[in-house]
């Protein structure tokens, strides 16, 4: 079914948002969409569940990974209970938010895509003159400020690896921004996935070394040292560091809306969350078992030596320079339309406003 110009497809969804599969005439409606929207991303670089999961895990197993012991140190089991508990409320909020871009169609009661974005979500609960406008800009605020985050964290990763150089973190931060702006060239979120692709590689690269290390010194692992009762006072530190460890809402309507199948976006983000929660829980739990009271806040700097912490400060600044595109093309969907350009052209025009985009946000980083 097409409705000017947009496609919109038949699914019905369980109070868990689960798609399912009716009567034969409404399977080969489905079956009839699924043929043509796979020609149709064919053309628009659809990207693949497997593809989308590589975004998501871009996203919630980010720099904050090696902030988690830390949170344990905290927060004892009950942050172990958290990162469980908060990957559940990520992913059922994660799909009502999905579900709510979809209206029940007035003839046959099930469920069609209106919806895109966000903000289109806004504009219907609270209008178009103040609600898609307010959401627009938050969207944009948290967007290009994870975008700014990355290239601090890059600068920062950088000046410490090299102090002998005694360079100022803002020149880091500059040369930083220097591989980022091929980026600008960037017209599919298939492109992004390769990025985010590279990134789950450094990724385990890192945690491997890390885990690695971690596993020569069990023999001096106490496990009396993790706490049953909650500190008050500390536990909100770890709890935010959960929390925000797993926000990965903020890209989940552009994935869902570039996905060659629609219908496979709950699982895939079901089963992101639920490798994410149990990779987490035991890197959390053997980090802190390594280093108990001495865990540092980034446990990178409980490393042994000054090379290794190198080692791993610099596949860091890596790892940030992948997770950079995910943000900046969500970014771009977004804004570039209000200027009347396509995220999918080449255009001199659109290259310029790219550039110009990663230049505020090099900007807004010094």
Same mark, same amino acid.
């Given at each position: 079914?097409? !409705? /000017? #110009? %947009?496609?919109? $497809?038949?699914? %019905?969804?369980? &109070?868990?948002?689960?798609?399912?599969r009716f009567n034969n005439e409404t399977d080969q409606l489905f079956l009839h969409y699924e043929e043509e929207k796979e020609r149709h991303t064919s053309t628009t670089h659809g990207i693949t569940a497997l593809e989308a999961a590589l975004n998501v895990t871009n996203a919630i197993q980010g720099m904050f990974l090696v902030s988690l012991p830390y949170s344990v140190y905290h927060g004892g089991y009950w942050s172990l209970l958290a990162l469980i508990v908060v990957a559940w409320i990520c992913t059922y909020t994660g799909q009502i938010l999905i579900?709510?871009?979809?209206?029940?169609?007035?003839?046959? #009661? +099930? =469920?069609?895509?209106? %919806?895109?974005?966000?903000?289109d979500i806004a504009e219907t609960v609270w209008g178009k003159r103040f609600g898609g406008r307010i959401l627009f800009i938050a969207q944009n605020i948290e967007l290009l400020m994870t975008c700014i985050l990355y290239l601090v964290l890059c600068g920062e990763l950088l000046a410490g690896s090299f102090p002998q150089f005694q360079i100022p973190v803002r020149y880091w931060i500059c040369l930083s921004c220097l591989f980022t702006l091929p980026y600008s060239f960037i017209r599919s979120l298939r492109l992004v996935s390769r990025f985010s692709a590279g990134n789950a590689v450094v990724h385990l690269i890192i945690n491997m070394i890390i885990i690695i290390y971690c596993l020569t010194q069990a023999s001096m692992w106490d496990w009396s040292k993790i706490q049953l009762r909650i500190n008050i006072a500390s536990f909100p530190t770890s709890l935010g560091i959960i929390v925000f460890s797993y926000t990965s809402q903020i890209f989940l309507p552009t994935l869902e809306d570039n996905m060659r199948y629609p219908h496979q976006f709950n699982a895939m983000l079901v089963l992101s969350h639920v490798i994410a929660a149990v990779f987490k829980t035991g $890197?959390?739990?053997? #980090? $802190?078992?390594?280093? *108990? @009271?001495?865990?540092? @806040?980034?446990?990178? !700097? /409980? =490393? &042994?030596? *000054?090379? +290794?912490?190198?080692?791993? /400060?610099?596949?860091l600044a890596i790892k940030a320079l992948l997770s950079y595109p995910l943000p900046y093309f969500a970014a771009c969907e977004l804004i570039l339309p209000k200027f009347s350009l396509s995220n999918e052209m080449t255009t001199w025009k659109t290259i310029l406003a790219r550039i110009i985009l990663i230049l505020s946000t090099l900007i807004m980083a010094l």
């Open positions: 079914m097409m !409705n /000017n #110009g %947009r496609s919109k $497809f038949t699914v %019905r969804f369980t &109070p868990f948002t689960t798609y399912k579900s709510c871009l979809y209206e029940p169609s007035p003839s046959t #009661g +099930l =469920l069609m895509k209106v %919806r895109h974005s966000y903000v $890197f959390a739990l053997i #980090g $802190f078992l390594t280093w *108990q @009271e001495q865990t540092s @806040e980034v446990i990178t !700097n /409980n =490393l &042994p030596t *000054q090379q +290794l912490r190198i080692v791993i /400060n610099l596949t």
